[in-house]
Nanobody
């Protein structure tokens, strides 16, 4: 089992940046890691993933603005978010996939002037 804790959310103005962190309770070296988000009244959606080998994927709405990275030595995954837009407002969740899916509790990101 893997416990995940997200941090780094907050209030930011449009065009601003935030860096989210996800701390895992044990080694995630072999896990595919991902970030998802869920806005009020909407379904949870995937925003970034990184495989154990380091390759990454992003959906079109965040391509070129979000960057996922991992530090296996620290059991951590990051999401760098630049040029944030109001539509990025959501609770952001970290996910670990290695046979089973593990989720964190989420961190709120609010983009507003």
């Amino acid at each position: 089992q893997v416990q995940l804790v997200e941090s780094g959310g907050g209030l930011v103005q449009p065009g601003g940046s935030l860096r989210l962190s996800c701390t895992a309770s044990r080694s995630i070296r072999t896990y595919r890691m991902a970030w998802y988000r869920q806005a009020p009244g909407k379904q949870r959606e995937w925003v970034a993933q990184i495989f154990s080998g380091g390759s990454t994927n992003y959906p079109d709405p965040v391509m070129g603005r979000f960057t996922i990275s991992r530090d296996n030595a620290k059991n951590m995954v990051y999401l760098q978010m630049n040029n944030l837009k109001p539509e990025d407002t959501a609770v952001y969740y970290c996910q670990a996939r290695g046979g089973l899916d593990y989720w964190g509790q989420g961190t709120q990101v609010t983009v507003s002037s």
